[in-house]
């Protein structure tokens, strides 16, 4: 099984900040790597697909790169509605998610 | 627009069987390359991939749950299902389903339900 490692567990952030999140597999994912955000009481939301492609109707603030085994997702100015919990997950070899960054007010 | 429901019986007991509907518009099970996808949640935790059922009626399980889970579809209906036997308390989450894109994304998602394994 592919297991994605993704840190901080937490990350506090003050509004306005340019922030990453990373996410390492165990072996190569190639850009098979996808990120969700998952605000609270609701299901997750598509951010960025493999690796670094955007998504219609998402914020240009996300961006995503990496290929292989190393994977960031960046905010480049923080907002308050971002405050949740990011997820990837890849999907070379079956499926297999992260166990989340949370992002929290400083 | 597409959109995405799970439906469930809410509350069963050890021992039993869940079964998971999900109903979905916006596209269809029968078109080259669609694929319906279960993943679940426990209160508090992460998310955790269950099954895929595509187009074609390929079938993928998660190997740590394989012997439990069953996925299917009825096309003409637009649904999809997912069994799971002999739940016990470490079942209680809410289920998604989530319709699969190119590379296994998960590009839409249901509002979930939440599934309690309570004697």
Redesign the interface.
């Known amino acids: 099984d592919v297991v994605l490692t993704q840190s901080p567990a937490t990350l506090s952030v003050t509004p306005g900040e340019r922030i990453s999140l990373s996410c390492r597999a165990s072996e190569s994912v190639d850009t098979y790597l996808h990120w969700y955000q998952q605000k609270p009481n609701e299901s997750p939301r598509l951010l960025i697909k493999y690796a670094s492609q955007s998504i219609s109707g998402i914020p240009s603030r996300f961006s995503g790169s990496g290929s292989g085994t190393d994977f960031t997702l960046s905010i480049n100015g923080v907002e308050l509605e971002d405050l949740s919990i990011y997820y990837c997950q890849q999907g070379n070899s079956l499926l297999t998610f992260g166990s989340g960054t949370k992002l929290e007010i400083k | 627009q597409v959109t995405l429901k799970e439906s469930g019986p809410g509350i069963l007991q050890p021992s039993q069987t869940l079964s998971l509907t999900c109903t979905f518009s916006g596209f269809s099970l029968s078109t080259y390359g669609m694929g319906v996808?279960w993943?679940r949640q426990p209160s508090g935790k992460?998310?955790?991939?269950l099954a895929?059922i595509w187009w074609d009626d390929d079938k993928?399980y998660?190997?740590s749950l394989k012997n439990r889970l069953t996925i299917s579809k009825d096309t003409s209906n637009n649904q999809a299902f997912l069994k799971i036997t002999n739940v016990d308390t470490a079942d209680t989450a809410t289920y998604?389903c989530a319709r699969i894109?190119?590379?296994?994304?998960?590009?839409y998602?249901?509002?979930?339900v939440m599934v309690t394994v309570s004697s």
């Open positions: 996808g993943i992460g998310l955790e991939w895929n993928y998660n190997p998604y894109g190119g590379g296994e994304t998960l590009d998602w249901g509002q979930g």
